[in-house]
């Protein structure tokens, strides 16, 4: 029986979970949920899927999803999640915006008892698989130095900051990695009408997204602002220390990649964790280091053991 | 309160084991049980902790451990394992014999329930925390290819099987990754009076262990045998494929390890995890893709999400 999902959020993320839960040999997309309903199901991207206004509409017409896929702006899931998990719809975010990290799980977490059903946040790359690797890095090496190094790719965080600046019509920003953790800004701006680089720069430079980073901020023109904003992205994270007393033990992750397209497909196979935790009798929100790493994957837990322990 | 902790067997895992249990925050070791007990604390490699010759000997004079270790060679744990599960203490192996593994979860599975307690196994880090990543990489991106790339460094099963053969005294077989998940090995050999390099050779070959790979068989002396065996060893894991519909995701992991010692924290990282799962409610055996990885490090829960995810 397939595990049910509907896709909450037509977006970059929203597009590629369409085509994520087309490969899942085991899950089903019921239809994309979106303020622009009723468009027709030949809309760029819903590749054939119908689309609803609201989730009780979609419910009604094409069956009630096991699991709801949250695909719009991290600040919508804490608003748009404890209502679905109150009426027991799994649901599954890539929440992303750390420092109120804990404050969602814990608002997600009363939710999802109160619905007796499970809920998966932060459920991308970063956090997300970056945040086992760090925690599988420090349960092998306990003592050492972990460094997350980002990029070079566009920081959607970043961009959306930068957007959101007076004398910004429009921007994409790129990370670029220095090593040690640390990292620079390179943002392409397209500056409103009467607005002067050195102005908006300075306000750049005085955001608190950008404000400790070193940052060089470019002038582009609208049509030129495609050409350097694509969706490549990358990571290494690196670890170097002790396993007991022994020292000189390296490990490192390095991933170059599509961004949403793997932030969509952490999604779905958090979905079909999700059911099964539920399944099993456990109720609250979790995160991707909450999870048994088998129960992301389709298929039989002895089988994927036998495969791949 | 400490997480009590015996260790079974003074091999190279064994000493290493003592030593991340001198570490670890929440870990105190009682003893270690050997054949030959009551050597004294000062023995190489006890740093000051005492022997005992039986677990029951451990357990009267030392106090019930939570969890064993068993730090003896993988073909001893289906045999000792079960007995001690069965007393309901926790175990923790780092059984790597791949054919035999879903026996052994099984075996080990059974022992477990009957004494209402949890056995980790496959506790290392190829099988252990290698299958992690499989898993992840293969939640992250389902369709493409991954290759596990050994060395260059000292297997210790080929080492063992080399050493069994007629004609040879003693033995150390270094894997040498040849790319795409292949390997040669270089066998350096000891000859047992009256033996010849060819025969042995032959010999070598016709072993299941060594005859899918290239081989390459080096006569040295007793003598010179130390000089080209170390516990340096290392792995290249790669996959690359699809999330959802999206070609070319690259993911790849590169660890260069002092190998007994790796092995034995992650051993000590997974008797934390065993308690825990057992207070939790939950009995069986499990291996590390079965295991949420926070429950592998010291420290409350959400303390480690909101300083990982």
């Not at 949250?70 to 009426?87: H, K, N, Y």
């Not at 608002?107 to 998966?120: K, Y």
């Not at 050492?144 to 019509?169: D, I, Y």
């Not at 670029?176 to 943002?187: A, C, E, M, Q, Y």
Request: glycine share 10%.
């Amino acid at each position: 029986m397939a595990i049910t999902v509907a896709v909450a959020g037509l977006g970059n993320i929203g597009r590629y979970a369409i085509e994520a839960l087309e490969t899942a040999p085991d899950c089903r997309c019921l239809g994309v949920i979106r303020r622009k309903a009723s468009l027709g199901t030949d809309t760029l991207g819903l590749r054939g899927v119908p689309d609803f206004a609201s989730i009780d509409d979609l419910t009604a017409k094409a069956g009630r999803p096991d699991v709801v896929l949250i695909c719009g702006p991290s600040r919508s899931v804490p608003e748009m999640a404890p209502a679905l998990l109150r009426q027991g719809f799994c649901t599954v975010d890539s929440f992303d915006i750390h420092d109120r990290m804990t404050e969602v799980v814990g608002t997600l977490d009363s939710a999802a008892r109160e619905g007796q059903t499970v809920a998966i946040t932060a459920a991308g790359w970063d956090p997300g698989t970056d945040s086992v690797l760090r925690a599988l890095f420090e349960a092998m090496v306990p003592a050492g130095t972990s460094f997350t190094n980002f990029g070079r790719g566009r920081s959607m965080g970043h961009s959306v900051a930068a957007r959101a600046l007076p004398g910004v019509a429009d921007a994409t920003s790129i990370t670029i990695p220095l090593g040690g953790g640390r990292h620079s800004r390179l943002v392409y701006v397209v500056l409103e009408e009467g607005a002067t680089l050195e102005n908006v720069t300075a306000t750049i430079k005085a955001d608190p997204y950008f404000a400790h980073d070193p940052l060089d901020v470019r002038a582009v023109t609208k049509e030129q602002l495609p050409f350097v904003a694509d969706a490549s992205h990358g990571v290494l994270l690196e670890r170097v220390g002790a396993s007991g007393l022994t020292s000189n033990q390296h490990l490192q992750f390095d991933m170059r990649i599509n961004n949403p397209a793997l932030t969509a497909q952490i999604m779905v196979s958090c979905a079909r964790a999700a059911v099964r935790i539920r399944a099993a009798g456990t109720v609250g929100a979790l995160t991707l280091i909450d999870i048994p790493p088998v129960q992301l994957l389709p298929g039989d837990r002895m089988a994927n053991v036998a495969r791949l322990v």
